[in-house]
């Protein structure tokens, strides 16, 4: 049995360059996970569910325990020292670590620190998701807006925690995606899946399909040829939506399948966030040997100008997601 703290060691060698930061990194983010995690598995028993009636910069209503896990990031994150400076969908702003040694890290961290946080309520599960990336004004200095906005592909690491039925830590470092599973007499993330990959094509699809009048016309023709009955492809294929995407994503790494968030008629770029939901999620597609994109690019080449920017999201199994691809070409309005 390997643990998450071992593994990461035995990877280091991975990244000389970060000379262990980058684990102890990692290390801050798995304390904060069992904290979070602890929290919500007694969320019905303490007074954590429910809304804050406070409205994030977003406009969206934060919840009780979208602040608590916010606070216990950004602490355990802010205590190791190993990064200089966070943003968070919590956050107006990216924050600053000033401190000697926060200024002297060479980490910025973006995360969602519990997404799907309205289905914390009815007992269903929720997620956080993390991306790395190394800095890039010099070292010793506070950071800046143009160290958090660097494309996917800039990541060096990325990752998400599944508080599911049992709490899962997935993470890469571009070196494959691997899997973590918590034991909670213990407390401790056990290796539970190494080099996880997603299988070619599956027969799961996951969109909110109560949009469906306000899709554009590609993905309304992709859900009709996901419905369609056909044998040798095995359709219809299934429809699976949690509306927590570190669910639905987790699920379609395991089984297959394709997620898609698209734009609608009265949301564009969709919903999800480019830096701290798209982008993370599509390294770890990628890594596991799947595919992301906007329904058009990669979303990995995006350039970001916005801390909170959205990006419409398509991603999963490269066969079910180069047809969904394929449509939304062929529809293109
Ligand atoms: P959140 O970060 O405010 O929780 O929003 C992100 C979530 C995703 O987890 C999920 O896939 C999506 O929003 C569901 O949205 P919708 O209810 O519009 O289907
Ligand atoms: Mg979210």
Excluded at 156 to 161: E, H, I, L
Excluded at 178 to 195: A, M, R, W
Excluded at 253 to 282: F, H, V
């Amino acid at each position: 049995m390997i643990t998450l703290g071992e593994y990461i060691v035995e990877k280091q060698h991975d990244f000389p360059e970060a000379s262990g930061e980058l684990t102890l990194l990692l290390g801050a983010i798995r304390l904060a996970t069992k904290i979070v995690n602890r929290e919500i598995n007694k969320a019905g028993l303490a007074d954590i569910i429910g809304s804050t009636g406070v409205e994030n910069v977003q406009g969206e209503v934060q919840q009780k325990m979208d602040l608590y896990a916010n606070d216990k990031f950004k602490a355990a994150l802010e205590a190791r020292g190993e990064v200089c400076g966070i943003a968070s969908e919590e956050e107006d702003e990216f924050i600053s670590f000033d401190s000697e040694r926060g200024c002297n890290s060479k980490y910025v961290i973006l995360m969602d620190p519990l997404d799907g946080s309205s289905n914390i309520d009815v007992n269903v599960s929720v997620g956080t998701i993390f991306s790395i990336y190394k800095r890039i004004s010099p070292i010793g200095t506070p950071v800046t807006l143009d160290d958090f906005l660097q494309p996917g592909n800039k990541q060096v690491a990325a990752g998400y925690v599944v508080y599911g039925s049992s709490t899962m830590l997935v993470y890469t470092t571009g070196n494959g995606v691997h899997g973590f599973t918590c034991d909670p007499s213990l407390g401790v993330f056990y290796l539970s899946h190494e080099n996880m990959t997603i299988p070619e094509t599956g027969r799961t699809y996951s969109i909110n399909e109560g949009n469906y009048l306000k899709f554009p016309m590609g993905v309304k023709k992709y859900l009709k040829y996901c419905q369609e009955i056909d044998e040798p492809t095995q359709r219809p294929y299934t429809s699976r939506y949690i509306g927590s995407l570190v669910s639905d994503f987790h699920r379609n790494l395991l089984t297959g399948g394709i997620y898609i968030y698209p734009s609608t008629a009265s949301a564009p770029d969709g919903k999800l966030r480019l830096l701290y939901e798209c982008n993370p999620m599509a390294f770890l597609m990628e890594q596991a040997g799947g595919k992301a994109i906007d329904g058009y690019k990669r979303i990995l080449d995006i350039v970001p100008t916005e801390l909170h920017e959205r990006a419409p999201f398509f991603c999963g199994s490269n066969e079910m997601i180069d047809k969904a691809h394929a449509m939304m070409i062929e529809y293109a309005e």
